[in-house]
């Protein structure tokens, strides 16, 4: 498997080339679709190329590709729709494992059926052009964050140690998830030097006021780009030395949480530009930008577009742990759940991972990255100092606590792997739905079916055939069999070798016989019975 990292695109329109590449994808075995999906992909392509893409509609392939009727339908029959992104996702996976160098691409977006088409031009990354009128890029890989003392508004002159407290209290968490840089400025006038002058995107400020039950702290953070402010917080405490104390840690936490991470202010705001990027020319936090993407978004399209990201910025700055442990991930991802055929291996995936350790050892990501392979590998005990390491890094982290608590409820510790699960939840309503699945283990084996039951309301990841297992599985234990029954069907839409793999897949994140066990016996109930 190769990919080329110093690939660009440009538009191509000549009819011979794309033709030529059409035959080079059909012709190719490592392009992995079906005899309609090839037909499909024909179709489209040689009337783009004759001049009617214009022409192409749902009803036109369904009709002329696809062979249904004159009164077909397509808000009754998907087949176009659902073959559309199959194809879509061969074409992906042709271009990255065999195409990478081919001279045209072919794509098609989604919203249509008609294809585009590029051309595939080799360049060097140093060669492309800087415009050093943007002083407000990333600087080197990474964006950086101007940290302001909070100015004393109080006209007592003697909390301004609570204004600089705050500020080096929020420098060092943020620093700590060592993925955004920070400039911190001692002084509130930063010695007269102006924020512009700094190469700092962000801009974090705020102010301590004092109100009828005590003080109120104020936060802002704005992108020096556009001028905006892009975030506001206020929190308050009375003025009692000791809670004062207690308060600056916990909103220094607070707030490094908020800003901070793959759901964080400061991604969200940077990852809507990427829109505008090719993986090609991708700086390495981009890269990670693209790899919280596919936390948030599971879909083959953010997958892709992770792999192809991390695998450049991996060449491009390969003495970046954090980098190469979000690629040791998603190798194990993807052989754990078998979403795509690519040479993904468990051994390659550690083997990142490790290095990814060894370059970043007091980073909590790399450490629950190298927790999670160990799980992947049977290696609980390995697993559990991992997942330790990592929660003594920063045992007050709201970004990594849900992951934490995920991974040591799978890895067998039943008591604070769901007890940081719950506090995780109780601080972030909107943790990431897989804590739920780790939830639901720790239900099953309390042999609580209503309360796994429960657990399946908060899935939010359609795309993966773990939702409508454990819906399924949670059905049967409970005699639910109608609910249960539907729940298969969608599971075998989504993995329909499941009743011979099942066993293997079940046991990639469930360790435990006895809880296996529970889980085959309650999809064997709605009529689900593995090999």
Avoid at 113 to 121: E, S, T
Wanted: with cysteine; proline share 4%; charged share 25%.
């Amino acid at each position: 498997m190769h990919s080329h990292p110093n690939m660009d695109l440009k538009p191509s329109t000549d009819p011979e080339d794309i033709q030529k590449q059409l035959r080079r994808i059909l012709d190719s075995s490592e392009f992995h679709a079906t005899d309609q999906q090839r037909k499909f992909l024909e179709f489209v392509v040689t009337e783009t190329v004759a001049g009617r893409g214009q022409e192409i509609k749902g009803y036109t392939v369904a009709t002329q590709v696809f062979g249904r009727r004159e009164d077909f339908n397509q808000a009754i029959d998907p087949i176009v729709s659902i073959q559309a992104n199959k194809l879509r996702r061969a074409l992906e996976r042709y271009y990255l494992v065999a195409g990478p160098n081919d001279p045209v691409r072919i794509d098609i977006p989604k919203g249509t059926y008609i294809p585009v088409f590029h051309q595939q031009i080799d360049i060097e990354v140093d060669s492309i052009p800087k415009d050093e009128s943007d002083k407000f890029g990333f600087e080197g890989s990474w964006p950086t964050i101007l940290v302001r003392p909070f100015m004393n508004l109080t006209a007592d002159t003697q909390l301004d140690y609570l204004g600089i407290g705050l500020a080096t209290d929020l420098s060092i968490e943020i620093t700590r998830h060592q993925e955004i840089r920070v400039l911190f400025v001692q002084h509130p006038n930063g010695g007269q030097r102006r924020v512009t002058d700094t190469d700092a995107r962000f801009l974090l400020d705020g102010s301590i006021q004092r109100d009828v039950s005590g003080l109120k702290v104020t936060v802002s953070l704005f992108d020096m780009k556009t001028g905006l402010q892009i975030w506001g917080d206020s929190h308050k405490t009375d003025l009692d030395p000791v809670e004062l104390i207690v308060f600056q840690e916990e909103i220094a936490n607070i707030i490094s949480g908020k800003i901070c991470g793959e759901y964080g202010i400061v991604s969200k705001t940077l990852s809507r530009e990427l829109k505008q990027h090719l993986p090609s020319t991708f700086k390495t936090y981009e890269a990670m930008l693209r790899y919280y993407e596919f936390n948030a978004h599971f879909t083959a399209e953010t997958f892709f577009g992770a792999f192809r990201a991390l695998r450049h910025g991996c060449r491009k700055e390969p003495g970046c742990g954090l980098v190469l442990s979000m690629l040791a991930r998603l190798y194990a991802v993807n052989y754990s759940l078998e979403l795509f055929d690519l040479e993904t291996s468990l051994e390659q995936a550690s083997s990142f991972a490790e290095k990814g350790v060894q370059l970043e050892p007091v980073n909590q990501r790399t450490r629950l990255i190298m927790g999670f392979i160990r799980l992947l590998e049977d290696d609980l005990y390995s697993g559990l100092v991992e997942t330790d390491r990592a929660l003594d890094l920063n045992p007050n982290s709201l970004i990594f606590l849900e992951q934490i608590g995920y991974l040591l409820t799978l890895l067998g510790d039943w008591q604070r792997g769901p007890a940081l699960i719950r506090k995780a939840l109780d601080a972030n309503p909107y943790c990431s739905s897989t804590v739920h699945y780790a939830l639901w283990v720790y239900w099953i084996r309390q042999r609580d079916y209503q309360q796994a039951y429960h657990e399946t309301l908060n899935f939010r990841t359609p795309l993966l055939f773990w939702d409508p297992l454990l819906k399924a599985a949670a059905s049967g234990l409970m005699g639910k069999t109608k609910e249960g029954e539907l729940s298969v069907d969608a599971l075998l839409k989504l993995k329909p070798d499941f009743p011979i793999r099942g066993h293997i897949l079940i046991k990639h994140y469930i360790k435990f016989e006895d809880i296996v066990e529970q889980v085959i016996d309650g999809l064997a109930k709605v009529g689900l019975i593995l090999d």
